[in-house]
C-alpha cells in the first residue's frame, strides 16, 4: 500500500514540530527511520525498517532502529500494533482508524468506519479494565491472496494452455 505523497510531508512535518518541542534531536538518522514508516502503509516491523534504511545507511545498526523507534512512540509519533509479545510492528498513521489483517500473508491494512469509530463498549469490559480507545481488527484473506489461491485452482485450464 502506498502512502499519498502529500501525506508522507504531513507526516514529517508533524515530526519535525514534535521534536522541536521535545528538544529531541533532529538527526538525519532519526528523519530517515521515521520516515519510512510514515511512507509505508505495510506497519513495518524493527528489522523491516532497518532493512529499508540500510540501504542508504550502511552503518546503521538494528539496535538504534529499535531505540530509535521506541523513543518514536514515546513521542508519540508512531503507535505500535497488536501484543507485545509479538514482534512490534510500527504505525505512523495517527488519525483513527482500524486494521485489516489476511491470515493468510499477514498484511495489515488501514481502513476507516465511521460505524466502528462509535462502537459501543461492552459494559462487561469495565470489570476487565478501562478502555482508551477501541481499534477493531478484521480477519480475512486479502484481494492478492484470494487471486493466487484461484490461480491455483485454476491450474488444469493454464496446463491445456501450454499443450496447444
Ligand atoms: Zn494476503
Ligand atoms: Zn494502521
Redesign the pocket.
Known amino acids: 500500500m502506498t502512502i499519498d505523497q502529500k501525506v508522507i510531508e504531513q507526516r514529517i512535518e508533524h515530526f519535525k514540530q514534535v521534536c522541536l518541542n521535545a528538544r529531541v534531536k533532529l538527526t538525519r538518522q532519526r528523519l530517515d527511520i521515521f520516515r519510512e514508516v510514515a511512507r509505508s502503509g505495510d506497519?513495518p516491523d524493527a528489522e523491516t525498517v532497518w532493512k529499508s534504511v540500510r540501504k542508504q545507511a550502511p552503518n546503521l545498526s538494528l539496535d538504534t532502529v529499535y531505540r530509535t523507534l521506541w523513543l518514536l512512540n514515546d513521542l508519540g509519533l508512531i503507535?505500535t500494533?497488536g501484543s507485545h509479545h509479538e514482534r512490534t510492528r510500527f504505525?505512523a498513521?495517527l488519525s483513527r482508524?482500524h486494521?485489516f489483517i489476511c491470515t493468510s500473508c499477514g498484511l495489515?491494512k488501514?481502513f476507516y468506519s465511521e460505524t466502528f469509530n462509535n462502537l459501543p463498549v461492552p459494559d462487561d469490559l469495565s470489570s476487565v479494565g478501562a478502555v482508551e480507545t477501541l481499534q477493531v481488527e478484521a480477519h480475512g484473506i486479502c484481494s492478492k491472496c484470494s487471486a493466487l489461491n484461484r490461480q491455483h485452482k485454476q491450474k488444469p485450464s493454464v496446463k491445456e494452455d501450454y499443450h496447444e
Open positions: 506497519h503507535k500494533l504505525d498513521n482508524h486494521h495489515t488501514d
